[in-house]
């Protein structure tokens, strides 16, 4: 009976009535063009959306949520299309609700440090906005020049140096949602800790499956006095890890520490040549530490003491924005880098105990030997957020799918030691079928609560997150899918 | 009433034997008293189990999800009266037995304990490898971390560290049904499903019962030192605007109305009390600079290291907390950072410079302590004024009958049925806390 439903739509009227909402230029429903919407950062899952609406304002998004509802139609929201486990891949026959043309700045409040800002806004757009004034805005993902704050929100991102002032969710004050009814509510402030249930707090993360974000209040801080970078690097990786956890248990929270293997040193000098990495080591590691001028002159002295007590060859610091942007901008690439080592790469982003990195990337490099792939690790060393980039080519047949497996493994292994699937790229499409690893039948029952308040129909972004039978198989479980068979209709 | 209860007493002996249950003439006065300040109904014969392990936290609330019997969740039972008053509760499940300390990964700076576990026993423990949970709470010796966590009590620290939202990774809870379920994990990043600590997060123990929460911790900083700038309200904000557009690092930034000074001795008008905790040549100079600010405003200044540092922090505490001889008002403040001095100033002259008041400059929370007398006009102005101001007024303590006066809670927002949906969906027979939370919830 649903598959007939899914059959009988009619779109002209309903694109008619998006197109009321939005104008003809806001409704994109052409082939070719819709080609761009298919698939978000994780290309090899790929589907056609049936049509994509671009609202600039919350009431214009609340619109075209109604209309999908009165029509029983599923939406998915995206953002910039740069998440890496298909949070924005459409469902079949669904509406891509987009909010590339959401980009205003709302309001710039320096003295209460808070920025409003619609969806679209690009990440690094609010620091540009305030850092004349000496503030910036804290989390840095990678994808910073092009990837919007929904979608930050949406997967509570992290970056480079999320591991001293924390990820999206610490800098998020407050929402204007609307949710999968097509309401609108406001929920948390630009004061912390309102009166009631933080559900600025759940819904950051929730992955486009609660509702979309059409106004964020966020928190920006003051740029430190001092900033300095350091490079060390290693003829072992173990080496590597060592100084990070000796950093950390000196006392020491540095603002993000980053390790590199020497795969992914190699990609980075091939691709964007910074010839700061030096290409037969092993690992580099990355430290940035920043305060007072004196605590940033103490502090690096005690860590270059520590890596070279951990046998570190050489140690490179910078003190300066442009040399410090240059140690960085290998890092910064490194996915991009992957990208022209080989046709394709896979990666994942579980996280481990830190304790835990030495004994994991042996196993890491085990995986990759047993299945013939090689992965290059780049990671957020300081909070164990791993990033093995698993290089295939999705040419030869079968590829993907022995990728996927490979992939899969270091995620069971991950959780194996006490880690979690993903740090900051989101279940999505992606891992789904993994969460039974980590969760319970309970515990997933739970978190469906939660989106059967918000999300009763189903309708927004269905398929994510959550293990289904058709998906994963005997993976999902069958007690919770059943309860909420409503939700897996499409 | 008392034979229901005595009936309610033998299930949950006969479920958990008798060292586990205690009918209301063996309760402690203290805690009878506790009790009594929560429930409305003069009929506060109940008894109170103490479960010595999650899985009997689940055995008994299983029980009363049949039985239906209204639950109320606690701690030590110190904030147990905060926030809206119980029409009536038949059962009050204590987690003082669970207090164990499950996993202390030392060198993950993480720590994952029971419920009950108080928080300062935990300090002790974490003080050892040199960490400590950035929390510093009301009550700091006899809260439990469930309690703080429900609760979402935080303290000066939030200005570097923020509040018990930002340091819980992961949490275990005994839902309505008796079933165990969890969320998050044991490692600093992780956005694997939707994060139900939040959610629990300041939930009043409404939509379930926390069990095992698993808290970031951090390094026990290596020095300290306190700043004290006091004097008139306009140069007081001045200076605050000063440090917080400054590159200063402070762990606390206190803002303290004209009665906190003048009872503590520290001198004459509003206070600016700045922590710094860090490396020894960071503190000594970012308080050099602090009191230079504090100078060139014509403001008295002072500086506090060691114990005299300490014995500060514990009365200025004290000021809110220590128990008088008349019940006070206690009330949570909101407001936008930019307000505080206003708020200080206001609260000033409505209470004659009696009002005790704390708000933390940074993120605009903060807490006012009132004498009953006038205290219905005084909360209610205070609480348009914060409300002007972006922010809100909750009364966390006082006598019920000061509480059936008015909404304690002063939501003013419109997702009040997304909240009540969400309980709804965790209690749909409303036995957790009932009545207790925003709106009736
Ligand atoms: C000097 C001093 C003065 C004091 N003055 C007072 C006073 O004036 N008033 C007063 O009330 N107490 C006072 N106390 C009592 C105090 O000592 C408490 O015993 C202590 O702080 C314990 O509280 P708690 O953190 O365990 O939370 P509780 O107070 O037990 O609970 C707080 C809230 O959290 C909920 N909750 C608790 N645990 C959980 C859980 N596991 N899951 C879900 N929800 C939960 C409860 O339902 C409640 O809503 C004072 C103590 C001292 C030392
Ligand atoms: C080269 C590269 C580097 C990256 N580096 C990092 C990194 O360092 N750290 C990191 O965390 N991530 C990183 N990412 C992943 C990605 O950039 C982030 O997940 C980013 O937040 C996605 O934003 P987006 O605007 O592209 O969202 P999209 O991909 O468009 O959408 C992501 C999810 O958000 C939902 N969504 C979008 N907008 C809204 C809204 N307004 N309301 C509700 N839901 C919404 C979508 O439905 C989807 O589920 C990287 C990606 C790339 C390609």
Partial sequence: ??????????????????????????????????????????????????????????????????????????????????????????????????TALMKKILEIDLENQRV????????????????????????????????????????NSGGVHCLKYGVTTNHVLGLKLVLPDGSIVDVGSSVPEMPGYDITGLFVGSEGTLGIATEIT????????????????????????????????????????????????????????????????????????????VEVAANKKRIAEICTKNGARSITTANDLETRLKLWKGRKAAFAAAGHMSPDYYVQDGVIPRTQLSFVLQEIENLSQKY????????????????????????????????????????????????????????????????????????????????QVFNPKGLANPGKIFPTPRTCGEAANAQSAKQFESVERF | MIQETKAIAQTLTDILGPAAVRDWENIEVSQQKHISETVSSGTTSTCIVYPNTQSELAQVIACAYQQRWRVLPCGS????????????????????????????????????????????????????????????????????????????DAGSLRQRYGGVRDMLLGISFVRADGQIAKAGGRVVKNVAGYDLMKLFTGSFGTLGMISQATFRVYPLPEASQTVVLIGIGDAIALATKTLLASALTPTAVDLRSTAVVTNLGLGKGMGLITRFQNITESIKQQSTRLLEVGQTLGLQCSSYTGNDEA???????????????????????????????????????????????????????????????????????????????????????????????????????????????????????????????????
């Fill in chain 1, 1 to 98: 009976m649903i598959i007939q439903e899914k059959q009988q739509i009619n779109w002209q009227p309903i694109i008619k009535q998006f197109e009321d909402v939005v104008g003809k230029n806001g409704v994109v429903q052409r082939r070719e063009e819709l080609l761009t919407y298919e698939c978000d950062g994780l290309t090899s899952y790929r589907q056609r959306p049936a049509v994509v609406v671009l609202p600039r304002t919350t009431e214009q998004v609340a619109e075209a949520v109604k209309i999908c509802d009165r029509n029983q139609i599923p939406w998915v929201a995206r953002g910039a299309g740069t998440g890496l486990s298909g949070g924005a891949l459409p469902v079949e026959n669904c509406v891509l609700i987009v």
């Fill in chain 1, 116 to 155: 409003v800002v619609q969806p679209g806004v690009i990440n690094n757009w609010v620091t540009q906005a305030v850092s004349g004034a000496g503030f910036y805005y804290a989390p840095d993902p990678s994808s910073q020049i092009v990837c919007s704050i929904g979608g930050n929100v949406a997967e």
């Fill in chain 1, 218 to 293: 966020l928190r920006i801080l003051k740029t430190a006095e001092s900033i300095c970078v350091l490079l060390a690097d290693f003829t072992n990786i173990e080496a590597a890890g060592a100084s990070v956890s000796d950093i950390i248990g000196s006392g020491i929270i540095p603002a993000g520490m980053e390790i590199m293997d020497n795969l992914s040193i190699n990609a980075v000098e091939d691709v964007v040549a910074t010839g700061c990495y030096p290409r037969d080591a092993a690992a580099i590691l990355l430290v940035e530490v920043d305060g007072l001028e």
């Fill in chain 1, 372 to 451: 013939g792939y090689r992965i290059a690790n780049v990671f957020h060393a300081g909070d164990g957020n791993l990033h093995p980039l698993i290089l295939y080519d999705n040419s030869v047949p079968g590829a993907l799918e022995k990728v996927e497996e490979l992939g899969g493994d270091i995620l069971k292994l991950c959780v194996k030691v006490g880690g979690s699937l993903s740090g900051e790229h989101g279940i999505g499409a992606d891992k789904k079928c993994y969460m039974p690893e980590m969760f319970t039948e309970i515990d997933l029952e739970t978190m469906q609560w939660v989106r």
């Fill in chain 2, 77 to 152: 039972s110190s904030k147990l009266s905060w926030g809206g008053v119980a029409k009536g509760v038949d059962v009050v499940i204590s987690t003082s037995r669970l207090n164990r300390v499950i996993e202390h990964a030392v060198g993950d700076l993480t720590i994952t304990v029971e419920a009950g576990a108080k928080l300062s026993d935990i300090q002790a423990i974490l003080a050892a490898s040199g960490q400590f949970i950035a929390l510093d709470p009301s009550y700091p010796q006899t809260a439990t971390i469930g309690g703080i966590v429900a609760t979402a």
């Fill in chain 2, 311 to 441: 014995e500060l922090w514990q009365k200025l505490a004290e000021q809110i907390w220590a128990s008088g001889q008349e019940p006070e008002i206690i009330c949570k403040i909101g407001m936008l950072p930019t307000a505080a001095v206003a708020t200080l100033t206001l609260l000033d002259n409505i209470s004659h410079q009696q009002g005790i008041g704390l708000i933390h400059a940074g993120s605009g929370l903060g807490l006012l302590r009132f004498n009953p007398e006038n205290a219905l006009n005084c909360v209610t102005k205070m609480r348009s004024h914060c409300q002007s101001h972006s922010g809100f007024l909750t009364v966390l303590e006082a006598p019920i009958s000061f509480k059936q006066q008015l909404d304690v809670w002063g939501y003013s927002g419109n997702a009040l049925d997304l909240m009540r949906q969400i309980k709804q969906q965790f209690d749909p027979e409303n036995i957790l806390s009932p009545h207790r939370f925003v709106a009736g919830i």
